[in-house]
Structures are given as structure tokens and as C-alpha cells.
């Protein structure tokens, strides 16, 4: 069974206090895995799609890696704008464009 | 820009009540997508269509039904709400153009039912 599993919960930074959120999965075969950030009583914001193992994207302050197992989204001086829920979610070979989701990252960053 | 919107922001109705949830999109995507979130849970999908008249089931399709009769119009149905059936109901579309194309999403319509 395809599964994505995501680290921390939730986590609390201070403005400036980099660090990584983890989205591990299990799948049969992988053929893209996507970040979506959602804001309290909306819905996801497309973020990143990585398709390949050793492939990385930026945005601001925000990067998505992939490995064969995980993807981390690397968080650089965070501001308190970026306080949200992060969501992984992959597509997997043969599904036909469904898409599986990890239960998120709640991120609060403090001034 | 991609635009998905949703009928409702905010539903409350009755235990067996008939609620139909729209859903249209700007893009002219083949894909729709309906998911429900639920804290703990995630995103679970509950229907989805490839092209017109055309659906699949997802995961929890119970107690749930839709309809596409044009392209960029996609409706879910709760035939007889449930309480159960409270939660976060999210629609997304995406092309059919290749693999791994990125879903967009609607702002979400949060349904009570009591």
C-alpha cells in the first residue's frame, strides 16, 4: 500500500531559525511527489513538483530535495508569514493523476 | 492563473438532507478531484473525472455521489447528509497533459451537519 508520512507534526520556530520538514513514502513507483502550503480554512497552494531522485527547486525562502525515500522542504530564516501547514503528496505509476497525501507539517514561526 | 471555485464557503444542514457542493474551473482541465480533510486524516479522495459524464471512485466514495455535465463543472452530492459527513470538503483540477501534472485547488467549502 502507498504511503507518505510526514515529520514533524508540527513545529514552532523563532523568526531566523532555519530548519527541514520530512516527507518519507512508500510507493510502488514514484512519478511525482508535490508541496502545497495551506493556510488556516483554505485550500492548498501548489508549492514544488520534484520528479526525480537528487532533483532540487527553490522559492524564497523555501527548497525541495528528493532522495529514492523522502523529500525534505529546507525552511531558510523563516518569517512569521511563512507559518502555515506544509502537505506532501505523491502521484504514483498507474494510479492515473491521483494523487496521495502525508497528514502535513503545522509550522508556527514566532517574532 | 489557474481559478478553481466552490459554491460555498461555509454549508450547515440537517441530518438527511439532500447538499449538492459545486465546483468550477477556468483552465480547461480534464481532471476534477474532490477530497475531504479531516484533522488527523489528511486528504482523502472521494471522487474524480477524467472527461464529461466520466467518474471514478477514490478512496470513500460511500455515501457520496457526483456529477459532470460540463467540462469545467464538477458536482459532489451527499444524497443524505450525515453527521459524519462533516468536515472540510476540498475540490482541485488539473490537465491531462502528462504525467505529474500539479493539481490546483478551490478555497474549500467547510459542511456541518446536525
Known amino acids: 500500500e502507498d504511503q507518505v508520512t510526514q515529520s514533524p507534526e508540527a513545529l514552532r520556530l523563532q523568526e531566523g531559525e532555519s530548519s527541514s520538514l520530512n516527507c518519507s513514502y512508500t510507493v510502488s513507483g514514484l512519478r511525482g511527489l508535490f508541496w502545497y502550503r495551506q493556510d488556516p480554512g483554505k485550500g492548498p497552494e501548489f508549492l514544488f513538483t520534484l520528479y526525480s531522485a537528487g532533483e532540487e527547486k527553490e522559492k524564497e525562502r523555501l527548497k525541495a530535495t528528493l532522495t529514492k525515500k523522502e523529500s525534505f522542504l529546507h525552511i531558510t530564516a523563516p518569517k512569521p508569514e511563512d507559518s502555515a501547514t506544509y502537505l506532501c503528496a505523491v502521484e504514483v505509476i498507474g494510479t492515473a493523476s491521483k494523487l496521495t497525501f502525508g497528514t502535513g507539517t503545522r509550522l508556527q514561526v514566532t517574532l | ?114
Open chain 2, 1 to 114: 492563473d489557474v481559478k478553481v471555485t466552490q459554491s460555498s464557503r461555509y454549508l450547515v444542514k440537517r441530518t438527511g438532507e439532500k447538499v449538492f457542493l459545486e465546483c468550477v474551473q477556468d483552465m480547461d482541465h480534464e481532471n476534477m478531484f474532490w477530497y475531504r480533510q479531516d484533522p488527523g486524516l489528511g486528504l482523502r479522495l472521494i471522487y474524480f473525472s477524467y472527461d464529461v459524464k466520466m467518474k471514478e471512485k477514490g478512496d470513500i466514495p460511500e455515501g457520496y455521489s457526483v456529477s459532470r455535465e460540463k467540462k469545467e463543472r464538477f458536482s459532489l452530492i451527499l444524497e443524505s447528509a450525515s453527521t459524519n459527513q462533516t468536515s472540510m470538503y476540498l475540490c482541485a483540477s488539473s490537465s491531462l497533459a502528462g504525467a505529474g501534472e500539479t493539481q490546483y485547488f478551490g478555497p474549500g467549502t467547510r459542511l456541518l451537519v446536525l
